[in-house]
T-cell receptor
Framework: SQTIHQWPATLVQPVGSPLSLECTVE??????LYWYRQAAGRGLQLLFY??????ISSEVPQNLSASRPQDRQFILSSKKLLLSDSGFYLC?????????????FGEGSRLTVL | AQKITQTQPGMFVQEKEAVTLDCTYD???????LFWYKQPSSGEMIFLIY??????QNATEGRYSLNFQKARKSANLVISASQLGDSAMYFC????????????FGAGTRLAVHP
């Protein structure tokens, strides 16, 4: 069966420090991969998606970047964190094409920037 | 542009009663998919139910049903016989047209089930 894991689960970082969140999918190949951010009490905002190795699309201009070095690995990074980067980050995957397009989510990473 | 609207920031329901969570959407694409997800306080996103734009019947999954009114562009979630464990955030989402199966989400509704 397919599983998705992301880490770390929680982190507290000072403003200006770097960030690296990792996401790995198991049990499938060539998934679509997504990074979402959820501000406190808000909905999910799509940050990046990837349809293949090295292929990254950005949805909103921001302080973050994403990379996909391997088929089932998706990394979210920042060189210098801002206070506004705080939030709950969710990695997700699905298959393309897939009739329902349902997303399968990781456990989430809660980032607090101080 | 596609858009999902959830106008109820919070809802209360008595245990064992039914509750309807509202969702309206806007799209010019004739082919689309609508989803509902549940997010407990732990943060995980749990898929509940899916409705395709060409589906003739309303989707049902156990205690969850989707009241799909295409002409009104609404896709309300109905939870029957509410349980305490149903207390959570609920998100409506739409699969964006143009491939890649991207989902756009509404702002969510927080449901509290009271004993």
């Amino acid at each position: 069966s397919q599983t998705i894991h992301q880490w770390p689960a929680t982190l507290v970082q000072p403003v200006g420090s770097p960030l690296s969140l990792e996401c790995t999918v198991e049990g499938t190949s060539n998934p679509n991969l997504y990074w979402y951010r959820q501000a406190a009490g808000r909905g999910l905002q799509l940050l990046f998606y990837s349809v293949g190795i090295g292929q990254i699309s950005s949805e909103v201009p921001q302080n973050l970047s994403a990379s996909r070095p391997q088929d089932r690995q998706f990394i979210l990074s920042s060189k210098k964190l801002l206070l506004s980067d705080s939030g709950f980050y969710l990695c997700a995957w699905n298959h393309a094409p897939l009739l329902t397009g349902e997303l399968f989510f990781g456990e989430g990473s809660r980032l607090t920037v101080l | 542009a596609q858009k999902i609207t959830q106008t109820q920031p919070g809802m209360f329901v008595q245990e064992k009663e039914a509750v309807t969570l509202d969702c309206t959407y806007d799209t010019s694409d004739p082919s689309y998919g609508l989803f509902w997800y549940k997010q407990p306080s732990s943060g995980e996103m749990i898929f509940l139910i899916y409705q395709g734009s060409y589906d003739q019947q309303n989707a049902t999954e156990g205690r969850y049903s989707l009241n799909f009114q295409k002409a009104r562009k609404s896709a309300n979630l109905v939870i029957s016989a509410s349980q305490l464990g149903d207390s959570a955030m609920y998100f409506c989402a739409m699969r964006e047209a143009g491939g890649y199966n991207k989902l756009i989400f509404g702002a969510g509704t927080r449901l509290a089930v009271h004993p």
